[in-house]
C-alpha cells in the first residue's frame, strides 16, 4: 500500500490502483468541475476517455486521475475551482446561462472596445489547469524507431487472436496495448481463467512482441505509428516509438459513450464499464444502491457484477424511460416516465463506439451502420485492416435517448454544450457538422469528441432531417489521444560544431559568436580592451602586418569527373568548363529567377576535379542543389562533402607571404603564383591546398589541410608570424576588413530577392553560357534598369547607423543600410547600402535614418581600400 | 440581450439561378471579403459564392489568425495596415463579434543577423506610421514572465520586434459575419458546389459549370487559395504559384499565462494562447509540393521542439489535434491581385500563401472596387500578375521565413 496527498489530504492507495480509484475508494466523487459553467463532475468512464477526471499530479496539469497509476508521494491538485472542488465559486456560472446560450460573446461584444473590455475577464476565468511553473525544466523523452511486419493496435481479444494468427505464419509482430495487462474488456467482462489461457499463448509466441500501458496516437503517411510508451526505463519519463509497420491491424475496439438526458452530467451517473472496472479491476464497491439504464446481457452482466460487489439495485430502466438525473452535488435519485427511484449511482449502458480514429487517418470511409448502432470503416488501404468490435462486431445499436432540447442535458461535456445548445445552434444555420461543430465547439474539448461525436451527429441529423450519412463525422485527427509536447520533441540534442582549432582560440581568449550549429571567434579579447579595441588591433594586424582566421566552418565540396565542369557551369553563373587546373574563380548559385543563393570559390585542382567553396551557413543547401541538378543528367561528376575532413585558415596581410614561406616549400612569388591561382604544397610539413585570394583585401592565402592536422598548422603559422607581431582575427574584424574593400556578403548584404545585377556584380552572369539557372531571369533583368543598386557611402558626420537603417526619401523607405562600420583607413564611418537606381551615382546625397533622426551619407562607386586591389596582387 | 434568445439563420441555401453578374469561386474569407464589399460599397448584389465543401472550410478555418501590419516593404505596409485597421471596425460594421484580441505581437530575434532584420522592419514601420519597435530582454521579460529568456538556450533569444496592436481573431467568427453581411444584401452562398470547368469564347468568359449545374456570366473571381491554379487552368491562365501543405496544433487548454503572439523564425514557430487557454503552434510548411491535408509526424516534432525551446516548462503539456492546410506560394511572398492578361474579367484574388487572412478586409474592399469599377486601386496595383512577367517581385519573401 501506498499513499499520495490529494489537496493536502492523504490517501491510502491499493496496489494496482489509479489515482481515480484510489480517490473513489476513499470516498471522493467530485473530481473536477466543468470547463464553462463550473459544474461539479465525477468519475464517468474510467478509462482515460473523458474530462471528468482531469487532475493535476506532481504539478502537470490536466492529467487523467483514473489511468494515472498512483505512486508512494505524489501531489495531486483539483483543477478549475476555487476555493475548493465542493464549493466553487464560478458554478454560479450555472444560474446565469440563459445569457450564455452557445454563440453568446458572438452576439453581445459587437464594438471592438466593448470586447477589449471584457476580454481580460473571459480569459482569466478559461483553461482547465495551471501551466506549470518556469523552472519545471526537467523531464526526461526519448525517441526510438522500430520496425515490424505486422503491427496490431489492440490487446484485446480479437487483437491477441490476430498478433497469434500473424505471429503464427512467421510474421514478426508488435502488440501495443494501452492497459497494463493484455485482454481488453475482458479484464472486467470475463472470467479469469479464460482471458488467463490466451495470454499465456501471446507470452509464449516468440514472434509477438507486446508493449502494454503503451498507445498508438496516430497512423501516419506510409503505415507510421505514433506509439507513446510511459516510463520505458531509467529516468525517462516517456519514449516516443516511430514504428513502421509493413501491415498495420486495427483491434482497438469500441468505448462506451454516456446518454444525453438532463443532469446527465452529475457525479455519480457513471458508464457501465466504468462501474466494472472499479469493482473487477480495484475490488471497489462503487455504492450502496445502484441504478442501472440499459438492458439486454450488457445490463444482466453489470447487475451481476453491482451485486457481487454488494450493492443493492434499485431498479434496471430502459433508456427511453429515463427523463433525468436528480441531485445537487450528487446523484441522489433517477426521474423515469413512471416515477422516481433514489439512489446513489446511475449507472448507464451507453452506446458503443467503435474506436476508429486511425483508420480514418488512414483513409478509410465512416459509414453509418444502423443494426450496429455505430460508423463503420470502410475501404481501408491495402496494409490496413481491421478486427473484434472496432469493425462493428458484436455491437449492437442502443436505442437513442436525446430527449428534447434542455438546458441540462449535456452532449459535449467537455465544454458545457447542451441539447439546447445544438438546437439553436442548428435553427442559426450551423447544420453542417463541422460548422456545427466549430460553432459549438462539440467535439473541440479535451477529449476530443470520443464522448460526444455520436451524440452530436444523432442529433444533427435529428434536427436536419438529414440521414446519419449525409450529417458524416468530423475529421479525426492525431494525436489521439493527446501526447506531451515532451515526447514529441524528444531528447532536445543541440548540435554545436567546433573547428579543429576551437581549442586555440580558446586559449587566446576568443568571444564566441554562433554561426548556424557552429562557435566562432567573434573577436579576441586582449589585454583590458573592450571589443572595439580588440577588433581594432585586429585590424590594423591585417592591414599592416599579419593576421590569420579560421576559415573552417566554410563549406567544402569536391567534384570530380568528366563532367564536373558541365556540373558547375548549369548551376553557378560564371563558366568553369574552361577554368585552367591551378586558378580559382568567385562563384555565384543564383535560383531561376535569378536571386543570389550562395556564393564561394571554386579551385581547379585538375581537369576534372574541383575544390568548392560555400558560405558557412549554406553548406547543406548547396550539396542537395548540386545533386538535385545532377540527378537525371546520366553526366560522370561525383559529389563529396569534405567540410568535416579539412581544417582552413586565411592568412592575409603585407607580411603574409614572409610568415607563409617560412614552413612551405612552395614558391609563392606572384610570378609562380599569382593571385586566383590554387595550388597543392606543404605547410608544416601538412599536404595542404593552397588559394591565394582575398576576402580581407590583403595578399592572403587560405590553406586548407586534414581537419586533424589543423592545430599544427595553425600553431606553425602563428609562430612563423610571431617576428611580425601575427593576430588571429575574429568575424568582426573581418567584416569590417571586407566592408572596406566592398565585398558582398550573401545573406547580410543580399536577401532573399537580390540578384547578381541588383548587387552591381553583373560580370558574374555569363549571359553568353547557353544555359545556366537562373539566365533567363538575369538576361530578362539586365535588359532594364534594376530599381535598386547596392553601394558604398560614407557618412557626413560622426553618426554610426545601424545595420538596418532605413534610407529615406520623401519621408517613405526607399533602401536600407546593409552593414556600417567606422573606417580606419577613411576615418569615418562607412558603409553599404541598397538605394533607388537614381540615387546610386557617385557623390549622390542620401539620408539615413539612425536613432530616429536623418543623417546625410554620400555615394562613393569605388571600394574604400585599395580601389585598384593592387595590394591583393602583390 | 435579445438577440440572443433570437434565433435568425446566418445565411440560407438556395437553387443555383441561371445567370449572376460575377461569380467568386471559393468562400473562403477573401471570396466572402470581395463578395461583402461588392454588394456593401458597389451595389453589385448579383453575385453568387460557390465553395465545393463547407463554410470556411479551406485554409480560412484551418489558419492560425495572427494578424499584423508590421511588414518590410513600403508595398506591404500600407496595405497589411489598412486590413488592420479594417478588422478594428469590423465587429461593429457587421454586429458580430470577431473577437479582434489585439494582444500584441512579438518577433523574436536569436542572432546579430536576425536583429538587423527586425531594424529594417522596426524602421520602415515607424516611417509608415505603423506601431512597431525593437524591444531588448528586459521589455520582453515584462512583457512575457513565461518564456525562457536565459542564456541556457542553445540560440539564446537577443531582441524583440513588439508590435502592440497585432494580435489574433476568431477565423471562424470573421468567416460568419462576412456570410451573414453577404446573405442580407441578397448575395448567394453556394455550399457543396464545385467548379469543374469554365467555358471561354475567345478572351471572354460565357459560363462556370459546376456539379449543380451551369451559370451563366462574363466575370469570375478566383478565390481557391491552395487550389488556384487548378481553376486558372480551367481558362488556361498561367500562375507561378505552388501550393504547400502548412500545419499548425493545439493543446490542451491551461489557464492564462501567455498574452502575446510570439513568432521565431529562427525557429521556425509561432505560439500564442486563445481565450479557452489551449496554445495555439503553427509550424513552418512542410518541405514538400502536395495537395494532401493528411497531418504529418515529422512536423509535429518540430513544432514541439521548437515550442519547447521558448518555454520549456511545457514539456508535459499535451496536445490535442493538428491539421494542415493547403498554402498558395507565389515566388516573392506577396499575394496576386488582378485581372488575367488572356482573358477578360477573369480576376484572381490568390497567393495568399501562409499569411493570407489578415490580408482579406483590405483585399476584399479593393479587389471588389477593381472588379466594380474596372480600373485597380493604387494600394493593390503592386500585386499585379503581371509582375512576374516584367520581372518585378515585391520584397516581402525576405522578411518572410515564417511569415503570419
Ligand atoms: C495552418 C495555417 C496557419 C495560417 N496562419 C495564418 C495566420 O496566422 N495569419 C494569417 O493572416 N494567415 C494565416 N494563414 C493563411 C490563411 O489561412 C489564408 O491565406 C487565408 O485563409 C486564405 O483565404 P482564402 O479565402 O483565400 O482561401 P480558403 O479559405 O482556403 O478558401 C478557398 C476555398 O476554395 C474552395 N475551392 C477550392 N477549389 C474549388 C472548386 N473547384 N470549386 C469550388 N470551391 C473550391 C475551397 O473549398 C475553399 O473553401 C494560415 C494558413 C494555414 C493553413
Ligand atoms: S465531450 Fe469531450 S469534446 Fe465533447
Known amino acids: 500500500m501506498s499513499t499520495f496527498d490529494f489537496d493536502g489530504h492523504s490517501v491510502n492507495a491499493e496496489p494496482g490502483d489509479t489515482v481515480g480509484s484510489a480517490l473513489y475508494r476513499a470516498g471522493q466523487r467530485v473530481f473536477s468541475r466543468s470547463f464553462k459553467y463550473h459544474r461539479p463532475r465525477g468519475l464517468l468512464c474510467a478509462a482515460g476517455r473523458c474530462p471528468n477526471c482531469l487532475v493535476n499530479v506532481n504539478g502537470v496539469p490536466n492529467m487523467p486521475a483514473c489511468v494515472t497509476p498512483a505512486r508512494e508521494g505524489m501531489v495531486v491538485r483539483h483543477q478549475n475551482a476555487w476555493p475548493s472542488l465542493e464549493t466553487d465559486a464560478l458554478s454560479a456560472a450555472q444560474h446565469f446561462d440563459f445569457l450564455m446560450p452557445v454563440g453568446w460573446y458572438y452576439k453581445v461584444f459587437r464594438s471592438l472596445k466593448l470586447w477589449h473590455m471584457v476580454e481580460p475577464h473571459i480569459r482569466a476565468v478559461a483553461g482547465l489547469g495551471e501551466p506549470p511553473g518556469v523552472d519545471e525544466i526537467k523531464g526526461e523523452y526519448e525517441h526510438a524507431w522500430w520496425h515490424a511486419e505486422v503491427a496490431v493496435v489492440g490487446g484485446g481479444s480479437s487483437g491477441m487472436a490476430a498478433a497469434l494468427e500473424y505471429a503464427g505464419r512467421g510474421a514478426s509482430v508488435v502488440l501495443i496495448d494501452d492497459q497494463p495487462s493484455l485482454g481488453g474488456r475482458a479484464r472486467y467482462q470475463s472470467s479469469a481463467a479464460d482471458l488467463a489461457a490466451v495470454r499465456e499463448r501471446v507470452s509464449n509466441e516468440a514472434g509477438v512482441r507486446v508493449l502494454s500501458r503503451s498507445y498508438c496516437f496516430g497512423l501516419f503517411e506510409g503505415n507510421l505509428l505514433g506509439v507513446l510508451q510511459p516510463n520505458p526505463h531509467g529516468a525517462v519519463k516517456e519514449r516516443l516509438i516511430h514504428l513502421r509497420a509493413g501491415h498495420v491491424v486495427v483491434a482497438a475496439g469500441a468505448y462506451e459513450t454516456p446518454l444525453v438526458f438532463a443532469n446527465n452530467d452529475l457525479p455519480g451517473v457513471m458508464l457501465s464499464t466504468a462501474a466494472q472496472r472499479l469493482i473487477r479491476l480495484h475490488g471497489i464497491k462503487p455504492a450502496a444502491t445502484a441504478v442501472v439504464v440499459g438492458g439486454g446481457p450488457r445490463a444482466a452482466g453489470v447487475v451481476a457484477d453491482l451485486k457481487n460487489a454488494g450493492v443493492r439495485i434499485a431498479g434496471v430502466v430502459e433508456p427511453a424511460a429515463i427523463r433525468s438525473a436528480s441531485g445537487g452535488h450528487c446523484v441522489t435519485g433517477v426521474k423515469t416516465d413512471t416515477g422516481s427511484i433514489p439512489c446513489d449511482l446511475l449507472v448507464i449502458c451507453g452506446p458503443l463506439v467503435p474506436d476508429a480514429g486511425l483508420l480514418a487517418q488512414a483513409g478509410a470511409k465512416l459509414v453509418w451502420n444502423q443494426a450496429h448502432g455505430a460508423f463503420l470503416p470502410t475501404g481501408l488501404p491495402p496494409n490496413v485492416s481491421a478486427v473484434g468490435s472496432v469493425c462493428g462486431t458484436g455491437l449492437a445499436g442502443t436505442p437513442a435517448n436525446r430527449g428534447g432540447a434542455s438546458k441540462r442535458s449535456f452532449v459535449c461535456v467537455c465544454s458545457d454544450v447542451t441539447t439546447a445548445d445544438l438546437d439553436g445552434a442548428v435553427r442559426e444555420g450551423f447544420d453542417h457538422i463541422e460548422t456545427l461543430k466549430r460553432y459549438t465547439t462539440t467535439t473541440m474539448g479535451p477529449c476530443q469528441g470520443r464522448m460526444c461525436q455520436l451524440a452530436a451527429v444523432e442529433i444533427c441529423a435529428g434536427l436536419t432531417g438529414r440521414s446519419m450519412d449525409a450529417t458524416g463525422v468530423t475529421t479525426s485527427r492525431p494525436p489521439n489521444p493527446p501526447v506531451s509536447l515532451g515526447a514529441l520533441a524528444g531528447p532536445r540534442h543541440h548540435p554545436i560544431r567546433r573547428t579543429p582549432m576551437h581549442d586555440e582560440h580558446q586559449q587566446l581568449g576568443a568571444v564566441w559568436l554562433d554561426m548556424g550549429d557552429w562557435k566562432r571567434p567573434r573577436y579576441y579579447r586582449a589585454g583590458s580592451g573592450d571589443e572595439t579595441a580588440c577588433v581594432r588591433a585586429e585590424y590594423q594586424a591585417v592591414r599592416e602586418r599579419v593576421g590569420l582566421i579560421d576559415v573552417s566552418t566554410l563549406g567544402k565540396l569536391i567534384l570530380q569527373g568528366r563532367d564536373a565542369g558541365k556540373l558547375l557551369d548549369k548551376v553557378y553563373t560564371h563558366r568553369f568548363s574552361d577554368l585552367k587546373p591551378g586558378r580559382v574563380r568567385y562563384a555565384v548559385i543564383c535560383d531561376e529567377s535569378g536571386v543570389i543563393l550562395d556564393d564561394g570559390t571554386i579551385a581547379a585542382l585538375a581537369g576534372d576535379r574541383y575544390f568548392i567553396s560555400t558560405t558557412t551557413g549554406n553548406l547543406e543547401f548547396v550539396d542537395q542543389w548540386l545533386r538535385w541538378w545532377l540527378a537525371g543528367t546520366g553526366w560522370d561528376a561525383w559529389l563529396t562533402n569534405m567540410t568535416s575532413g579539412f581544417a582552413a585558415v586565411n592568412l592575409a596581410g603585407p607580411k603574409a607571404r614572409e610568415t607563409l614561406r617560412k614552413i612551405t616549400d612552395c614558391d609563392l612569388s606572384s610570378e609562380s603564383f599569382p593571385y586566383m591561382g590554387c595550388r597543392e604544397a606543404e605547410v608544416a610539413g601538412v599536404r595542404s591546398l593552397l588559394v591565394r585570394i582575398g576576402f580581407v583585401g590583403e595578399t592572403g592565402w587560405e590553406i586548407h589541410c586534414p581537419a586533424e592536422e589543423g592545430p599544427k598548422v595553425w600553431q606553425a603559422l602563428m609562430k612563423a608570424g610571431a617576428e611580425f607581431d601575427i593576430r588571429p582575427f575574429g568575424i568582426e574584424a573581418q567584416r569590417l576588413l571586407r566592408l572596406e574593400k566592398k565585398h558582398v556578403i550573401v545573406g547580410v548584404d543580399t536577401d532573399a530577392l537580390t540578384t547578381p545585377i541588383d548587387a552591381g556584380m553583373t560580370w558574374v552572369a555569363r549571359l553568353d553560357k547557353p544555359d545556366f539557372v537562373g539566365r533567363a531571369a538575369l538576361t530578362q533583368a539586365s535588359q532594364a534598369p534594376p530599381r535598386e543598386s547596392l553601394v558604398g557611402f560614407e557618412m557626413q558626420d560622426d553618426t554610426l547607423p545601424d545595420d538596418g537603417a532605413p534610407v529615406v526619401l520623401g519621408g517613405r523607405p526607399v533602401g536600407r543600410v546593409t552593414s556600417a562600420r567606422y573606417s580606419p583607413v577613411r576615418q569615418r564611418t562607412i558603409g553599404m547600402a541598397w538605394v533607388p537606381v537614381d540615387h546610386a551615382a557617385e557623390g549622390s546625397a542620401i539620408a539615413i535614418r539612425s536613432g530616429g533622426r536623418l543623417v546625410q551619407a554620400l555615394v562613393k562607386q569605388a571600394a574604400f581600400h585599395d580601389p585598384e586591389g593592387g595590394r591583393l596582387r602583390q | ?404
Not at chain 2, 503539456?317 to 474579367?345: H, K, N, S, Y
Not at chain 2, 503592386?382 to 520581372?391: I, L, N, V, Y
Open chain 2, 1 to 404: 440581450m435579445f438577440s440572443l434568445l433570437r434565433k435568425e439563420r446566418m445565411w440560407r441555401s438556395h437553387d443555383l439561378r441561371r445567370r449572376y453578374d460575377v461569380v467568386i469561386v471559393g468562400a473562403g474569407v477573401h471570396g466572402l471579403s470581395t463578395a461583402y464589399h461588392l454588394g456593401q460599397l458597389h451595389g453589385v448584389r448579383s453575385v453568387a459564392l460557390l465553395d465545393r465543401g463547407y463554410l470556411g472550410g479551406g485554409n480560412s478555418g484551418r489558419n492560425t489568425a495572427i494578424l499584423r501590419s508590421n511588414y518590410r516593404t513600403p508595398e506591404g505596409i500600407p496595405f497589411y495596415d489598412a486590413s488592420v485597421k479594417l478588422y478594428e471596425q469590423m465587429s461593429e460594421e457587421l454586429g458580430w463579434n470577431v473577437m479582434f484580441s489585439q494582444c500584441g505581437h512579438l518577433t523574436l530575434a536569436h542572432s546579430d543577423a536576425g536583429i538587423v532584420g527586425l531594424r529594417v522592419r522596426a524602421e520602415n514601420n515607424q516611417l509608415m506610421g505603423v506601431d512597431s519597435r525593437l524591444i531588448d530582454l528586459g521589455e520582453i521579460r515584462r512583457l512575457v514572465p513565461g518564456m525562457d529568456l536565459s542564456d541556457r538556450a542553445r540560440y539564446p533569444i537577443l531582441a524583440a520586434l513588439y508590435h502592440p496592436p497585432g494580435g489574433v481573431i476568431r477565423h471562424d467568427a470573421v468567416v460568419w459575419g462576412y456570410a451573414r453581411a453577404c446573405d442580407r444584401m441578397g448575395i448567394e452562398i453556394h455550399t457543396d458546389t464545385e467548379v469543374t470547368g469554365i467555358r471561354r469564347n475567345g478572351r471572354k468568359i460565357e459560363s462556370v459549370v459546376t456539379n449543380r449545374g451551369e451559370i451563366a456570366t462574363e466575370t469570375v473571381l478566383n478565390c481557391t487559395a491552395g487550389w488556384a491554379t487548378t481553376i486558372s487552368d480551367m481558362v488556361s491562365v498561367p500562375l507561378p504559384i505552388v501550393s504547400y501543405p502548412l500545419q499548425a496544433c493545439v493543446t490542451q487548454p491551461l489557464k492564462p499565462f501567455l498574452h502575446h503572439v510570439i513568432v521565431s523564425a529562427t525557429l521556425h514557430v509561432y505560439v500564442n494562447q486563445t481565450d479557452k487557454g489551449e496554445l495555439v503552434i503553427g509550424a513552418e510548411i512542410d518541405p514538400y509540393q502536395s495537395y494532401n491535408m493528411r497531418a504529418t509526424l515529422p512536423t509535429l516534432e518540430q513544432m514541439a521542439t521548437y515550442t519547447l525551446e521558448l518555454f520549456p516548462q511545457l514539456h508535459a503539456i499535451r496536445v490535442l489535434r493538428q491539421w494542415g492546410g493547403i498554402c498558395d506560394m507565389t515566388p516573392d511572398f506577396a499575394p496576386i491581385i488582378g485581372c488575367a492578361e488572356e482573358v477578360d474579367r477573369f480576376y484572381m484574388n490568390v497567393g495568399w500563401g501562409t499569411y493570407g487572412f489578415k490580408a482579406a478586409p483590405a483585399a476584399g474592399k479593393f479587389t471588389a472596387e477593381m472588379i466594380a469599377t474596372g480600373s485597380t486601386p493604387g494600394i493593390i496595383a503592386p500585386f499585379t500578375p503581371a509582375r512576374f512577367r516584367a520581372g518585378k517581385l515585391l520584397g516581402e519573401k525576405a522578411a518572410a521565413a515564417v511569415s503570419h
